[in-house]
C-alpha cells in the first residue's frame, strides 16, 4: 500500500514526465480560454500586420510561424484587474505590459454594462515596441498571450484535472470512500474560447502548448468546423503545492 506522499509523488512524476516530453516536442501557439475583448484605439482601422510567433524555443528547427495582429484582440478576463492586487504583473489601468511577439500597449479605458462587469478595455498601442522591446530601454513586468479578434477561430476546451481531490482516496477516514473524494473540477467545459488560425486544421491527436496555459491535444470529435481541445497537463504541478509534498 503507498503512502499519501508516495501516491502523490508517483502522480506528479508521471505529469512531470509528461511536461518534459510535450516541452521538447510540442508547438506553441496562442488561444483564449475566458476572452475580454480589447480595443486598440490608435492602431489603423483595417491594418492587419504579420508578427513571427516561435513554433518551439526548445527545438530550433521548428521555426516560425505568423500570427495575425489587428486593431481589436482577446486576452484572457484573469490578465486584467481593476484594482490590480499587491505583485500584480499584468494589465490595470493606466499600466503597461508586453503583447507575446507583439506590441506594448496601455490601458486607458475600461467599459462595463449594465451589470457593473467589465465587456471592454480602451487601450493604446506603442508602435515603436514591435516585437516586445522599447528602443528606449523602459521595461514593463507582465507578458500577455492574446489573439485576433478577426482572425481568430471559436473552440471548445475540455480541462480535465485529477479526479480525486485527495491524494489517498482509499484510506477510508471518518469512514469515506474513494466516491466521498471525487474532484467536482475533474473536467470543466469550457466554450467560446478563442485559438489563433493555424489551428484551423490541427489533426485528431496533435498535442500543443497553449502558451501560458498548458499542453492541449485535438480531440477525436474535432473538426475545421468545431474545434476541440482537451487539457493534457498543466505548465507546473500545482497539486505538489496543494498537498504540501513540494520539496
Known amino acids: 500500500?503507498?503512502?499519501?506522499?508516495?501516491?502523490v509523488a508517483d502522480v506528479s512524476l508521471l505529469e512531470h514526465c509528461v511536461r518534459d516530453q510535450l516541452n521538447r516536442s510540442a508547438q506553441r501557439v496562442m488561444a483564449v480560454?475566458?476572452?475580454l475583448k480589447v480595443v486598440l484605439d490608435n492602431f489603423p482601422e483595417?491594418?492587419?500586420?504579420?508578427?513571427d510567433a516561435v513554433n518551439n524555443p526548445e527545438d530550433a528547427e521548428a521555426g516560425t510561424r505568423k500570427v495575425p495582429f489587428s486593431k481589436v484582440l482577446y486576452i484572457e478576463k484573469d490578465d486584467f484587474r481593476?484594482?490590480?492586487p499587491p505583485k500584480y504583473f499584468r494589465l490595470a489601468p493606466g499600466r503597461e505590459v508586453r503583447l507575446r511577439y507583439g506590441y506594448f500597449i496601455r490601458c486607458v479605458d475600461v467599459v462595463k454594462d449594465e451589470n457593473g462587469n467589465i465587456v471592454e478595455l480602451h487601450c493604446t498601442y506603442d508602435p515603436a515596441t514591435r516585437g516586445g522591446y522599447a528602443p528606449d530601454g523602459r521595461k514593463v513586468q507582465g507578458t500577455l498571450h492574446w489573439v485576433s479578434a478577426d482572425h481568430a477561430l471559436d473552440a471548445e476546451v475540455r480541462v480535465y484535472d485529477r479526479l480525486f481531490n485527495h491524494p489517498d482516496p482509499m484510506n477510508n477516514?471518518?469512514?469515506?470512500?474513494?466516491?466521498?473524494?471525487?474532484?467536482?473540477e475533474s473536467m470543466q467545459t469550457l466554450s467560446g474560447c478563442k485559438v489563433e488560425p493555424s489551428l484551423k486544421?490541427?489533426?485528431?491527436?496533435?498535442?500543443?502548448q497553449f502558451e501560458r496555459l498548458g499542453y492541449f491535444c485535438v480531440d477525436l470529435d474535432s473538426g475545421p468546423d468545431a474545434l476541440v481541445f482537451n487539457r493534457t497537463v498543466t505548465l507546473k504541478d500545482d497539486w505538489a503545492k496543494i498537498s504540501g509534498t513540494k520539496k
Open 1 to 7: 500500500m503507498h503512502s499519501k506522499n508516495e501516491s
Open 173 to 184: 477516514e471518518d469512514g469515506k470512500t474513494f466516491m466521498d473524494y471525487l474532484n467536482p
Open 46 to 51: 483595417g491594418q492587419v500586420e504579420e508578427l
Open 33 to 35: 480560454l475566458d476572452p
Open 201 to 208: 486544421d490541427a489533426p485528431a491527436g496533435s498535442r500543443y
Open 82 to 84: 481593476e484594482v490590480p
